[in-house]
């Protein structure tokens, strides 16, 4: 993880209200800006403008300065807005930054802001026709939006003869923004010369080169022509002459048109092809052979689309003879993925094809080919974790196990504030896939600042870093259902007093089939926290029900009967209990009691 630079603070008053929404980035203006510059945002959003502080996964961007627009103080949820000026470090590598704004309401979900190493210009409308284009010249980055519905921003370039012209819009997923670009380059006569769209991937990028000087039209609009004050684009664009590209891998050799041409390759290798055919009517096929043992697992996959070439690729494998094996299509976005197992000992062979029969000089991919070996992934929800003095909470950790590992997986945390222990052993059992932590704050801890946070795991020598989740709920019938989302930017930190804190009477339950026991559950609520409290209780064995589960408005305590029925399960078992502090049915901050121990005998 990139070191965190904690930027700027300020002192402002907590709003009235004790239960809100979570502060969340809608949008950023300008979406990025270039190295070396200083640059003014406004970063807008529900709730935003209460942050304290702004928070970078890089040191190369600091704050010159912070001003919030504090909304009324009636005002719940409102959207609001902090203006940042930003200084960029000239030795920062041009990317994707992400950045969560500190409030006392809550650490933010992440926003994103883009650093580029071009000048940046902000579109100037109206540039809806050729006549009113914008002219771009040189290497440039402008800062655009699809204004309204059928928007279409058009800008024009000048090229030599033999000049290269490349164009790339971002949007998507790298700017947080709905925009699904498409790009058209015109000629002077409004033929069109060249396109790329964002199907199935956040850009559109397009490359093409002159045969004849004179003026060109470059026209971007959303891929529905759809438009709205927050379909944010970046569109980088730069001329030169083309120059020969060097790489360490492996080159295609044709011919490699027929499974007894293919190219041998040894494992593992990373190949640099292009679809293209001496032959206009008949379509080109590469053909590469390797040898694997049987059971050994080889992991195919082909970068093309993503990478903005027009190959929407067919990945196949063939035996030594030339029958198909396994095949895929559109595993990520439009590129093919395969994770092959060796039926045998002996020869095989990997196909590349256009899905549509196409070929030419924009048809490249790279294909990667790779023994697996045992590993697993990652992932924790929530992503913040805000717990307050006296509070503890769950963590959910869960492992997607792969190629045949099966060992328990050790679990480490990297960056808890001082005051906040784990409890709990930190693993997944060997065999299991998901494991729930908890995290306590100690009655005595200080506040502290947000802290870059980072969760590991360890099983038979491979290390992992954790996918940090962030936790959304849907209404489905009677029932919630939690969605998850990968986001940046983990961070812990100890706040304010926590809306409720809850403990038991009691560590040890004795329950005899056919009988009902008490449980008694206390909460501690903050001041101005009355709202009725639901409880969920896991661990049950079957059979054994508990009832009532939610404490009611100013109430501080409820007994929970538990009720064995008479064929309940036997034996000793941990209950957790989680009570909920709602900002609505959809929206709630989970606190755990200490696990209590129930058993049950006949």
Not at 59 to 64: E, K, N, R
Not at 362 to 375: I, M, N, V, W
Not at 472 to 496: E, F, H, I, S
Request: proline fraction near 8%; glycine fraction near 8%; charge should be neutral.
């Amino acid at each position: 993880m990139r070191a965190l630079a904690v930027l700027a603070a300020l002192t402002l008053a907590a709003p009235a209200f004790s239960q809100t929404l979570r502060p969340r980035v809608r949008s950023v203006v300008p979406t990025g800006g270039q190295r070396g510059a200083n640059v003014d945002v406004a970063i807008a959003g529900p709730n935003l403008g209460y942050g304290t502080a702004l928070v970078f996964e890089t040191p190369g961007i600091t704050v010159a300065a912070l001003k919030p627009e504090t909304p009324a103080a009636n005002a719940k949820n409102p959207d609001s807005k902090l203006i940042a000026t930003l200084a960029i470090s000239p030795e920062l590598a041009p990317g994707r930054y992400a950045f969560r704004v500190v409030t006392p309401l809550g650490i933010s979900e992440p926003g994103t802001f883009v650093v580029g190493q071009w000048a940046e210009v902000a579109e100037k409308e109206p540039n809806n026709t050729p006549q009113t284009a914008q002219t771009l010249m040189g290497n440039l980055t402008v800062n655009a939006k699809s204004d309204g519905g059928e928007d279409v921003d058009v800008y024009k370039v000048t090229l030599a003869a033999g000049e290269t012209f490349v164009a790339e819009a971002q949007a998507g997923a790298t700017l947080n923004s709905p925009m699904e670009p498409v790009l058209v380059l015109r000629d002077a006569t409004g033929h069109d010369r060249a396109s790329a769209s964002a199907l199935n991937r956040p850009n559109a990028r397009l490359t093409f080169t002159s045969r004849t000087a004179g003026e060109y039209f470059l026209i971007v609009r959303d891929l529905r022509y759809a438009g709205s004050a927050d379909h944010h684009y970046r569109l980088m664009t730069s001329t030169g002459k083309p120059s020969a590209a060097s790489s360490p891998n492996l080159t295609e050799v044709e011919p490699s048109d027929t499974p007894k041409l293919a190219q041998t390759v040894t494992l593992p290798a990373t190949i640099e092809g292009q679809l293209t055919s001496p032959i206009a009517t008949v379509p080109d096929k590469d053909h590469f052979r390797f040898t694997a043992t049987k059971g050994q697992v080889i992991l195919m996959e082909v970068f093309a689309a993503r990478q903005g070439s027009r190959l929407d690729g067919v990945l196949a494998v063939l035996n030594k003879d030339g029958g198909e094996l396994a095949s895929n299509d559109d595993a990520r976005g439009k590129d093919p993925f395969l994770a092959f197992t060796a039926p045998d000992n002996g020869e095989f062979i990997v196909r590349i094809t256009d899905l549509n029969e196409r070929s030419g000089p924009e048809f490249g991919y790279r294909l990667s080919l790779t023994p697996a070996k045992p590993d697993f992934a990652l992932t924790f929800a929530p992503d913040c974790l805000t717990i307050g003095p006296g509070d503890r909470i769950p963590v959910i950790v869960n492992a997607t196990r792969q190629y045949g590992l099966d060992e328990a997986i050790v679990l480490g945390f990297v960056g808890l504030p001082p005051g906040v222990q784990l409890v709990g052993e930190p693993q997944i059992p060997k065999g299991q896939s998901e494991v729930t932590l908890y995290l306590t704050a100690a009655a005595s801890a200080a506040l502290s600042p947000a802290t870059p946070l980072r969760l590991t795991g360890t099983a038979q020598g491979v290390t992992r870093q954790a996918q940090a989740l962030q936790e959304d709920y849907v209404k489905n019938g009677d029932q919630l259902q939690r969605n998850t989302r990968p986001v940046p930017m983990p961070l812990a930190a100890v706040t304010g007093p926590a809306d409720l804190t809850v403990s038991l009477a009691t560590e040890r339950l004795e329950l005899k089939v056919g009988q009902t026991v008490e449980l008694l559950v206390k909460i501690t609520r903050k001041p101005g926290f009355d709202t009725k409290v639901p409880l969920i209780l896991t661990g049950l064995p079957a059979n054994v029900s508990a009832a009532p589960l939610e404490i009611p408005e100013k109430v501080s305590e409820l007994k929970v009967v538990l009720k064995a029925e008479a064929n309940a399960a036997v034996g000793e078992v941990r209950l957790q209990l989680t009570a909920r502090s709602l900002v609505d049915e959809l929206h709630f901050s989970p606190h755990a009691a200490p696990p209590v121990t129930l058993n049950v005998s006949k």
